[in-house]
């Protein structure tokens, strides 16, 4: 599971003379993804948006509270009681952590300051990803061998390399912050060499994210915590069927016209990943 989230204003009548201007304060609206497809696997895809009126972790803890299995996700702290291990001494979840994060900080770095150690780094990880590019779409067990044969040597000198580079670099630049963020999450980044079903990194939530971030610059805020909850609702049908190769606008025209006669037992007729558009379905019956 992909998990990442972003900020959105909403406005609050309470606050006429406080928040971020003139009654409006932020809430959070996270995204949640599941897709197989990059490792041939049998579920469909789909997104989950879910609202909430600040950060505070006690959103993720309740939006995740029934999840199992691997976490994809940044370092967002309120993440890490997921990750603790129950009583039979294994975690809910296991982290998964994001390449392309860490990357985008040592290019951050690189961009302003054309550091040769933060352009190695950029090197190293650019390998990485072009044996990736090369295993995208194939099965599982057929990842796992590419990436133990090709990636794991790259990973084990890449933090091997960090370690060094800290001992070269002012600690407090933000060349040593994006090394030390590696290092601490060793782990966690390293955990899509030990199963083929990871990703390399979190991009499916930072796309599912991108239509928000969009719409900020042109509906600016949501009217109420209640509009917000129904933006959440609503970019949930429609980058699924995104997702699923569905034009949205036709599979919701299709759908609002017939779900009011449609038996409430096979409602999962109805899901993109199972939708067949009423004209379709007419002339199979015929």
């Not at 009126?53 to 959103?59: F, I, L, P, S, T």
């Not at 990703?199 to 109420?224: H, M, Q, S, V, Y």
């Amino acid at each position: 599971l992909h998990a990442d989230d972003t900020p959105i204003r909403v406005l609050d009548r309470s606050l006429r003379d406080k928040g971020l201007g003139k009654g409006v304060r932020q809430g959070r609206i996270w995204a949640y993804v599941r897709d197989q497809r990059p490792w041939a696997g049998s579920s469909p895809p789909g997104a989950v948006y879910r609202f909430a009126q600040d950060w505070k972790e006690e959103h993720v803890l309740s939006h995740l509270a029934s999840a199992r299995g691997i976490l994809q996700a940044d370092g967002y702290k309120g993440y890490a009681k997921l990750y603790e291990p129950e009583p039979d001494g294994t975690p809910r979840l296991r982290e998964a952590a994001c390449w392309a994060h860490l990357r985008r900080d040592f290019h951050d770095f690189w961009a302003s300051t054309k550091s040769e150690i933060a352009r190695e780094a950029l090197d190293r990880i650019g390998k990485l990803y072009d044996i990736e590019r090369d295993i995208n779409g194939q099965p599982a067990d057929v990842r796992h061998a590419a990436r133990q044969k090709y990636s794991l040597p790259k990973v084990l000198a890449f933090f091997a390399w960090s370690e060094q580079q800290l001992l070269r670099i002012p600690g407090k630049s933000n060349l040593a912050k994006a090394f030390r963020y590696g290092l601490n999450r060793r782990e966690a980044f390293s955990l899509f060499l030990a199963d083929g079903r990871v990703a390399i990194d979190n991009n499916p939530a930072e796309r599912a994210l991108r239509p928000i971030g969009i719409g900020r610059k042109n509906w600016l805020f949501a009217g109420a915590d209640t509009g917000a909850e129904t933006l959440a609702r609503a970019m949930t049908i429609i980058e699924t069927a995104k997702l699923n190769g569905l034009d949205p606008q036709a599979y919701l025209a299709d759908i609002l016209d017939r779900i009011h006669d449609h038996k409430i037992n096979r409602l999962d007729e109805l899901l993109p990943w199972n939708w067949t558009p009423m004209a379709a379905a007419h002339s199979k019956v015929a």
